[in-house]
């Protein structure tokens, strides 16, 4: 396609956003080949074009765009055809190209020294304990193995930072919590995920999702993000033990949960009731039948009745009874009271 027919392609819209970015140094380094950087506001993109005559062989820019003509390409397309194709020989001379535009604060950060930077820094976390949060969270290189007390910490250190003694909280807050512990949860994950045929795995798991929940009953809000977070996270889990290759871990792992929930009085059944449910519904048929096949003993099993559990976990059980053809065996469980 060559350079007009691509331009006839731009939309209103695009035309419109095309004129609002500034190209800067287009040049032909060789034969062809053009360069140029492209500002839009506080960022710069790197854009270059190979061209055949008119024909266009290739576009490339750093703003990430992977569909079609981005408005920056689009931008220096533009500048090409109205200064033409032929750039004088002058032009042609490699030269250096300035460096991208940067923001003043970037600038700024460059020209301090390291103790000037350490120092304000210092201030600025007696201020922002949030930050403070984020800063040990990030750049802490001090734990390889995770252990449950280590995530305990992390967790009470992160609830204390952004909320401190406050009974209620606002979205943003909640957020702010939410954004600090996936920094420090990243390299627990990644923990969790190489050591996922090991108890240590579930125990951390666990008590991310207690201490939260703790949490999330302790303030007053009107956010869902907590809600959202059980579900990802939970989802997160279960898709990373059903993933494991040894399915006999696999297959005692489940059974551990259903023991804990059918069995014991355990501190984490509104953990193990929504695992279960994941767990469930990502597996393929093979390992839905494993998971039935655990679930009829542990229901029969069981001193609970319908009414230890919430509707939603309890409809789910009567789904897998339906489907796998147990429930006449397990209808005492779902008997309603009199």
Known sequence: MNIQERLKQLTAKEKAQIKAVEVRELDEEDAGHFVAFV?????T??????LDDQQIKQLTCDCGTTSGLCIHQGAVLLQITQKGLKVAPTQLVKKSRAKAKQTVSTVLV??????????????????NKTLEQQFIVTFSQEKVDYTVEYVEEIM?????????????????????????LAIAFEPV??????????????????????DIQAFDRRISHHSKKFTDFYQSYSTWFALTLNNTQNQSVWQEQVKQLMHRVFI??????????????????HVNLEQQKDFAFALQPSVLQTTHTRYDFKMDFVSFIRDVALTHDF???VYPFFAIKD
Do not use: C
């Not at 500002?39 to 960022?43: K, L, M, V």
């Open 39 to 43: 500002d839009e506001g506080e960022e």
């Open 45 to 50: 993109y790197d854009v270059q074009i190979h």
């Open 110 to 127: 460059q020209e301090q020294s390291k103790e000037v930077l350490a120092q304000w820094l210092v201030e600025v976390f007696k201020k």
């Open 156 to 180: 009470q250190q992160t609830f204390k930072a952004v909320a401190g003694r406050r009974k209620t909280l606002e979205g943003v807050k909640i957020k702010k919590i939410l954004d600090t």
């Open 189 to 210: 994950n990644d923990f969790i995920t190489v050591n996922i045929d090991k108890p240590i795995a579930y125990e951390l798991f666990s008590k991310i999702m207690l």
């Open 264 to 281: 014991e009085n355990s501190n984490t059944r509104t953990v193990d009731t929504v695992l279960l449910k994941h767990i469930y519904d």
């Open 327 to 329: 429930y006449e065996e």
